[in-house]
């Protein structure tokens, strides 16, 4: 399973996040996705957790804490949607 942190101060670093979720458990992997043209931080991450039990724990207690100044979502991360962008960037669902 994954985890996905929104609303997540951008100051954030892959540090950060594994140092809160380490108290739950341990971290097996983190994404923090940058925006591609800019650069910058895009205010969410992924985090993977060994145990579902240790992931479970860190949703339940983390959902709404705040955390470097925002209120920060946690859950189980959806799977993504399969789409794409068209040349005028409206966005096409693929069957």
Do not use: H
Not at 41 to 56: H, L
Not at 59 to 82: C, H, M, T
Request: charged share 35%.
């Amino acid at each position: 399973m994954t985890i996905y942190i929104g609303n997540l101060s951008f100051q954030a670093t892959e540090d950060d996040i594994k140092e809160l979720f380490e108290g739950y458990g341990k971290v097996s992997r983190i994404s923090l996705p940058v925006d591609r043209e800019t650069g910058k931080k895009r205010g969410f991450a992924f985090v993977e957790m060994e145990d579902e039990n240790q992931e479970d724990s860190a949703i339940a207690e983390l959902d709404g804490a705040e955390w470097l100044g925002r209120s920060i979502k946690v859950n189980k991360a959806k799977p993504r949607e399969n789409t794409r962008r068209t040349s005028s960037g409206s966005i096409t669902r693929r069957a």
